[in-house]
């Protein structure tokens, strides 16, 4: 089977974000960027599922600008097999990207897409689902293991309450939890080999899906800074803070 891997160019987690002075946004302006960690998850599941014999074909995806081909060259290092850039200028919503993703799912037609849970630049946590909607398709998300069975798929989803195993007929959508597995490192053949492996570039406004915001960002802040912590001396000196300074016995 074919599995189609949504993966997002995002800012690296290690990177200390920088709001930018106007409030518009965050500042990406030479940032180290990466593919978000949850779809790291999704390439190395599918890569799995090709070693087992289970996937026969991995395409990465990506909806970006010309720079995200350095996301696709990382997942086709990690053992994609090709890889399509849907080119946008500006920035589609989760709605939008889904969108997008369900023309390449027509175009495509795989058994299973894999997207992260959440992209860690917006948090969104939509777009997984957005696309099971429009394809009205079977979906399990905050996938943190995944077992496939002929034509269904066993996935245990990590909630509040525990752990949920569900069962889920093919075609279907699955988005990851970190815990799903623990991505490869490519190795330097690897890298090599990925440079001559294809990138299909597409424009996004030719799909003719509508790509029009429907949310306006008011403001964008930084997170208050926290006030430094104190030492304290022994327990009543903290007793006695907590009683006379903070007001909390
Ligand atoms: P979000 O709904 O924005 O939190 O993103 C959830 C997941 O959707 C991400 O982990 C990706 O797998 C996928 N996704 C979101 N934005 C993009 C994008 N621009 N290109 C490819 N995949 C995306």
Same mark, same amino acid.
């Given at each position: 089977?074919?599995?189609?891997?949504?993966?997002?160019?995002?800012?690296?987690?290690?990177?200390?974000?920088?709001?930018?002075?106007?409030?518009?946004?965050?500042?990406?302006?030479?940032?180290?960027? +990466?593919?978000?960690?949850?779809?790291?998850?999704?390439?190395?599941?599918?890569?799995?599922?090709?070693?087992?014999?289970?996937?026969?074909?991995?395409?990465?995806?990506?909806?970006?600008?010309? $720079?995200?081909?350095?996301?696709?060259? +990382?997942?086709?290092?990690?053992?994609?097999?090709?890889?399509?850039?849907?080119?946008?200028?500006?920035?589609?919503?989760?709605?939008?990207?889904?969108?997008?993703?369900?023309?390449?799912?027509?175009?495509?037609?795989? $058994?299973?897409?894999?997207?992260?849970?959440?992209?860690?630049? #917006?948090?969104?946590?939509?777009?997984?689902?957005?696309?099971?909607?429009?394809?009205?398709?079977?979906?399990?998300?905050?996938?943190?293991?995944?077992?496939? *069975?002929?034509?269904?798929?066993?996935?245990?989803?990590?909630?509040?309450?525990?752990? *949920?195993?569900?069962?889920?007929?093919? !075609?279907?959508?699955?988005?990851? #939890?970190?815990?799903?597995?623990?991505?490869?490192? !490519?190795?330097?053949?690897?890298?090599?080999?990925?440079?001559?492996?294809?990138?299909?570039?597409? *424009?996004?406004?030719?799909?003719?899906?509508?790509?029009? !915001?429907?949310? *306006?960002?008011?403001?964008?802040?930084? !997170?208050?800074?926290?006030?430094?912590?104190?030492?304290?001396?022994?327990?009543?000196?903290?007793? #006695?803070?907590?009683?006379?300074?903070?007001?909390?016995?």
């Amino acid at each position: 089977m074919k599995v189609l891997v949504a993966v997002k160019r995002v800012v690296d987690y290690n990177v200390r974000i920088r709001v930018k002075s106007d409030g518009s946004g965050v500042d990406t302006d030479n940032v180290v960027m +990466s593919m978000n960690p949850f779809d790291e998850n999704g390439l190395e599941e599918a890569l799995r599922m090709k070693q087992a014999g289970v996937a026969t074909e991995i395409v990465a995806v990506t909806v970006g600008t010309e $720079q995200s081909q350095d996301t696709l060259r +990382s997942a086709l290092a990690m053992g994609a097999d090709r890889a399509i850039l849907i080119n946008a200028e500006e920035a589609p919503e989760p709605l939008g990207i889904a969108k997008l993703l369900s023309k390449v799912v027509e175009q495509e037609q795989p $058994q299973v897409v894999i997207l992260g849970k959440q992209a860690i630049d #917006d948090d969104s946590n939509q777009t997984g689902q957005m696309l099971a909607a429009l394809l009205n398709w079977p979906q399990g998300t905050f996938a943190s293991k995944a077992e496939f *069975e002929g034509d269904s798929v066993n996935l245990t989803r990590e909630t509040d309450a525990g752990l *949920e195993t569900i069962k889920i007929n093919l !075609p279907a959508i699955i988005t990851t #939890d970190l815990r799903l597995n623990e991505p490869r490192l !490519p190795k330097l053949p690897d890298i090599m080999k990925a440079k001559k492996k294809p990138i299909d570039m597409v *424009e996004a406004a030719s799909f003719g899906v509508d790509l029009t !915001p429907r949310l *306006e960002v008011v403001s964008v802040s930084a !997170p208050e800074a926290r006030k430094p912590g104190v030492i304290v001396a022994n327990a009543a000196e903290l007793i #006695d803070k907590l009683k006379n300074e903070a007001g909390v016995l």
